[in-house]
């Protein structure tokens, strides 16, 4: 059974720094594609970044620069470093996995951690 833990929300002053975690189990990590979404209230889930098992990475354009994805294999986590926050980035923070290339739509990936919630004050 596939489960994907995330951690290290919490919160934070617009200008500050996370570093969300992401524990998976119950999958061969080493070959699983990861990403993070996330959903800030009354708004859609969103893309926000991607791994490969090739370590090939992908980030929501206006992201860029300030989110950056990183994986271990080692051990089982993938990791997103959340710089210079603003307060539009207070959201849930979700971590999924899927097994095939790198995609941004929900909809492509199978499983889904329960969240981890980052609020940015102003």
């Known amino acids: 059974q596939v489960r994907l833990v995330e951690s290290g929300g919490g919160l934070v002053q617009a200008g500050g720094s996370l570093r969300l975690s992401c524990a998976a189990s119950?999958?061969?990590?080493?070959?699983?594609?990861m990403a993070w979404f996330r959903q800030a209230p009354g708004k859609e889930r969103e893309f926000v970044a991607a791994i490969s098992w090739t370590d090939t990475t992908r980030l929501a354009e206006s992201l860029k620069g300030r989110f950056t994805i990183s994986r271990d294999n080692a051990k089982n986590t993938v990791d997103l470093q959340v710089n210079s926050l603003k307060p539009e980035d207070t959201a849930v923070y979700y971590c999924?996995?899927?097994?095939?290339?790198?995609?941004?739509?929900?909809?492509?990936?199978?499983?889904w951690g329960q969240g981890t919630q980052v609020t940015v004050s102003s």
């Open positions: 999924a996995s899927r097994f095939a290339l790198i995609a941004t739509r929900q909809e492509d990936y199978g499983h």
């Open positions: 119950g999958l061969t990590f080493s070959v699983a594609t």
